[in-house]
T-cell receptor
Framework: DAGVIQSPRHEVTEMGQEVTLRCKPI?????LFWYRQTMMRGLELLIY????????DSGMPEDRFSAKMPNASFSTLKIQPSEPRDSAVYFC???????????FGPGTRLTVL | KQEVTQIPAALSVPEGENLVLNCSFT??????LQWFRQDPGKGLTSLLL?????REQTSGRLNASLDKSSGRSTLYIAASQPGDSATYLC?????????FGTGTRLQVFP
């Protein structure tokens, strides 16, 4: 199995631009999670899906952030418009059951200038 | 609200030492607890998962214990090696969500 796949691995953009991060979970996993990691705040859960349905988006910082999971093998996290304070590493993770072991992707390092 | 704390924040030891990393959580109503390793600039690698009904899990030189009643978990690393140098994170599952600790940055020097 290839594990959780994220793209791009690095993204540098200018303030105000739209950013789209992509994630492919491990095949057969029913839950998908988006996290953000910064030095100041550590790892924070942004949103998670169970069977493609958003279950809890209370961690999404603002309306500028949105996430979709159109099918079991693909999810996007979009930031529009982006701001410098959005600079962080964004991780996607999946697990076979909602309370099972989570497997993380390599992350996307986002820099907003 | 669940809070997860890890002590110490950083640790530097010579190769060969046995180590104990600590994790504490405020709400004992957890489904499971997971230990991760993160290398600089990399993602998280799952090390061990302890279900709430279990007391410990072992994988190679790693042993993790869980005491739900006291809200504590420990990660024991035997015979540490320079390759063990990384940040170690514990995370508890409340309902469906992982709540992460602040991490322990470990450096093992030759």
């Amino acid at each position: 199995d290839a594990g959780v796949i994220q793209s791009p691995r690095h993204e540098v953009t200018e303030m105000g631009q739209e950013v789209t991060l992509r994630c492919k979970p491990i095949s057969g996993h029913n839950s998908l999670f988006w996290y953000r990691q910064t030095m100041m705040r550590g790892l924070e859960l942004l949103i998670y899906f169970n069977n493609n349905v958003p279950i809890d988006d209370s961690g999404m910082p603002e309306d500028r952030f949105s996430a979709k999971m159109p099918n079991a093998s693909f999810s996007t996290l979009k930031i529009q418009p982006s701001e410098p304070r959005d600079s962080a590493v964004y991780f996607c993770a999946s697990n076979p059951t909602s309370s099972g072991e989570q497997f993380f992707g390599p992350g996307t390092r986002l820099t907003v200038l | 609200k669940q809070e997860v704390t890890q002590i110490p924040a950083a640790l530097s030891v010579p190769e060969g030492e046995n180590l104990v990393l600590n994790c504490s959580f405020t709400d004992s109503a957890i489904y499971n607890l997971q230990w991760f390793r993160q290398d600089p600039g990399k993602g998280l690698t799952s090390l061990l998962l302890i279900q709430s009904s279990q007391r410990e899990q072992t994988s190679g030189r790693l042993n993790a214990s869980l005491d739900k009643s006291s809200g504590r978990s420990t990660l024991y690393i035997a015979a540490s090696q320079p390759g063990d140098s990384a940040t170690y994170l514990c995370a508890v599952v409340n309902t469906d969500k992982l709540i992460f600790g602040t991490g322990t940055r470990l450096q093992v020097f030759p």
